[in-house]
């Protein structure tokens, strides 16, 4: 279905990258000599130029980013926002600047392989369905943790989420104005404590989130095939 609606993305880089243990936030290492979190914005103004994006930011990097920026004479137009204490306050701080209805698609700044037609499949589905979750299949076997050890779970039962996560905008205000739980890893584990339905929209395996060190190797190798 076309979309009529205006389309947002709330880039959220406003976490601190403990499990990458470096110095600074994961999202400000350099890939091919800039910032993930710029590939990553750049991905969305790719897909289409008029996405009002806005980035959620840690509140003590807003002038580290505002440098950053200025250094590497960085085009695409934003809006800077503080994050909060977990990814879910970043969420809705960023959601504060959503303006009426619209499509908000939510994705991890630490994401910059993202491709442009799973955007384009995420805003178009959550255009006609209310949401769109960007998922894909495990290639692991999978097996549960039990009391007495573990069990093999049938892994075609299961896909592995990735992000954009895209909601209409007024379903994705009323799923953040819930308390935050300690379930709520994603935005679709939030809008659905609502009763809602989420849709599935196939991803891809390249979509990455640089997590852990080895994670880096492979943006490595990914960024030298884009450039
Ligand atoms: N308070 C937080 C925590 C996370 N995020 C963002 O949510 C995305 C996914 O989170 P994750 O990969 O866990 O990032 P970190 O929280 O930074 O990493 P870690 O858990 O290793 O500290 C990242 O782009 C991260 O910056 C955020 O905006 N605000
Ligand atoms: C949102 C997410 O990337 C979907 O896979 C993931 O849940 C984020 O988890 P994290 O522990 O905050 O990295």
């Known amino acids: 279905m076309e979309n009529k609606l205006p389309e947002y993305a709330i880039i959220v880089a406003g976490g601190s990258g403990s499990r990458m243990q470096r110095d600074m936030p994961k999202q400000f290492i350099e890939l091919a000599?800039?910032?993930i979190l710029m590939h990553t914005i750049e991905r969305f103004y790719k897909y289409n130029n008029e996405v009002r994006l806005i980035v959620v930011l840690p509140e003590q990097q807003l002038?580290?980013?505002?440098?950053?920026c200025r250094k590497h004479k960085f085009e695409?137009?934003?809006?800077?926002v503080a994050g909060g204490a977990t990814r879910f306050c970043s969420v809705r701080n960023g959601l504060e600047m959503v303006q009426g209805e619209a499509l908000v698609a939510v994705h991890d700044g630490v994401r910059p392989f993202v491709e442009l037609e799973t955007i384009k499949e995420a805003y178009n589905t959550a255009a006609g369905h209310g949401s769109a979750v960007v998922?894909?299949?495990p290639k692991d076997s999978i097996r549960e943790l039990t009391q007495e050890g573990s069990k093999a779970?049938?892994?075609v039962n299961y896909k592995l989420v990735q992000t954009p996560q895209c909601f209409r905008a007024s379903l994705l205000r009323k799923a953040y104005e819930q308390p935050e739980e300690e379930h709520f890893t994603d935005d679709a584990s939030v809008v659905e404590q609502l009763g809602e339905k989420v849709v599935l929209v196939e991803g891809s395996y390249r979509n990455i989130k640089i997590t852990t060190p080895e994670d880096l190797l492979l943006a490595e190798a990914f960024i030298k095939e884009t450039l």
């Open 76 to 80: 695409p137009f934003h809006m800077v």
């Open 63 to 68: 002038d580290t980013w505002r440098s950053l």
């Open 135 to 137: 998922a894909v299949s």
């Open 33 to 35: 000599d800039k910032p």
């Open 153 to 155: 779970v049938p892994r």
